[in-house]
């Protein structure tokens, strides 16, 4: 059977939305209204239960395949948020200076008409270089690293301070594409309504 239901993300995030843009999906964009879970100290749990929480609070929509999604750094045993401010910033860079750690983003997607969920996670490992305190303190004089999961965003000049990867890079940016096309096509053989775009496998 092939779907006709049409893209949601339950999405501020404007990397996210680049990202699915890029592939030239038909898809509209809601922001989410939900409280989500910054208790929790595993990582894999916690970015789950956000993703679900964030395609549940867009659920009164129907006609869409709705996906939510939830990304942390995990280093050391501690999960690095958003810093929002600039010393904040600087010491989450110190402790990911020449050391690898993870980054984990929780997907679902919800079929809005059905209640069909899948829910899913993509992990990378990511190893930094020796950042010095110069290249540390000009790179969060930019204010790129404030609204950032880890302080950094591998799309941008952090770039730079990226030595390797081990696993999706769009995972790191946000959104696994690669596992939401896989969960796309589990949940159902979507093909955009718009015939314009082409299809997700």
Known sequence: MVCELKILLASSSPRRFELIRELGWDFKVANPTVVEDEESMNPVERVE??????????????????????????????????????????????????KPHKVYTGVTILNSDTGEKLTRHEETTVWFKELDDETIETYVATGEP??????????????ALVDRIEGSYSNVVGLPLELVREMLNKICEHKPANKRYPGII
């Open 49 to 98: 239960v956000n993703a679900l929480r964030k395609a549940r609070s867009i659920e009164g929509c129907q006609g869409y395949l709705i996906i939510g999604a939830d990304t942390v750094v995990f280093h050391e045993g501690e999960i690095l948020g958003k810093p929002g401010e600039s010393g904040k910033a600087a010491m989450m860079l110190r402790k990911l200076s020449g």
């Open 146 to 159: 404030l609204d950032k999961a880890g302080a950094y965003g591998i799309q941008g000049e952090a770039g």
